[in-house]
């Protein structure tokens, strides 16, 4: 099993802060997926194939990496943006998720 | 449009079998898989196993010795069964539809099973 572990479990950013989120995988992957989470909803796609935006995602997003180091980043943040972010693999079954990254507005 | 639901007791007694009901319209079973998904409280998503579009099933190792899925293709319907249920099984449950290029493409609302006596 492909084990994700996300840096950090929590972050604050003030609004216009650019922000990173890390997820490293035990095994090499093909591709990263990302999906947004607020509370009380379902997970929402939010990044595909490591750095395709999914519709009605804001541009200010990107996502980048290779191999086992995957991120998501943030250009400016914005107070919609705060938001558990989970990372995920379709690699190999069974397809895992990172813990999740809480993105917090300070 | 593509939708999910998912339906079922929101209370299990704990070493009882859990079922559950994925009902989908805006698309046809036998052109897309189906998963179902779990989610404990505040922790990260773990997917339990998937009905493909040709009737074929992959499971969780992890969950494979109590999991059953299978599905109705004329009522457009996913079924999860899930036996000796035990504490650490409750969180919400969610059937997903999987697209290989986007993933977890579109999630039902999900379902809140508590598992407990």
């Known amino acids: 099993e492909i084990v994700l572990t996300q840096s950090p479990t929590t972050i604050a950013a003030s609004p216009g802060e650019k922000v990173t989120i890390t997820c490293r995988a035990s095994?090499?992957?093909?591709?990263m997926y990302w999906y947004q989470q607020k509370p009380g909803a379902s997970p929402k796609p939010w990044i595909y194939?490591?750095?395709k935006l999914a519709s009605g995602v804001p541009n200010r997003f990107s996502g980048s990496g290779s191999g086992t180091s995957y991120s998501l980043t943030i250009n400016t943040m914005e107070t919609e943006d705060a938001a558990t972010y989970y990372c995920?693999?379709?690699?190999?079954?069974?397809?895992?998720f990172g813990a999740g990254t809480k993105l917090e507005l300070k | 449009q593509v939708q999910l639901k998912e339906s079922g007791p929101g209370l299990v007694q704990p070493s009882e079998t859990l079922s559950l009901t994925c009902t989908v319209s805006?698309?046809?079973?036998?052109?897309?898989?189906v998963s179902w998904v779990r989610q404990p409280s505040g922790k990260g998503p773990e997917w339990m196993g998937r009905?493909?579009?040709?009737?074929?099933?992959a499971y969780n190792s992890a969950l494979k010795s109590r999991l059953s899925i299978s599905r109705d293709t004329s009522k457009n319907q996913v079924f999860l069964k899930m036996n000796s249920l035990q504490t650490d099984d409750t969180g919400t449950y969610y059937c997903?539809?999987?697209?290989?290029?986007?993933?977890?493409?579109?999630w039902g609302q999900g379902t809140l099973v508590t598992v407990s006596s």
């Open positions: 997903t539809r999987d697209s290989t290029v986007m993933g977890f493409a579109y």
């Open positions: 805006g698309f046809s079973l036998t052109s897309y898989s």
């Open positions: 009905m493909w579009y040709d009737g074929d099933t």
């Open positions: 095994s090499s992957v093909s591709y």
């Open positions: 194939d490591t750095s």
């Open positions: 995920q693999q379709w690699s190999s079954t069974p397809h895992t």
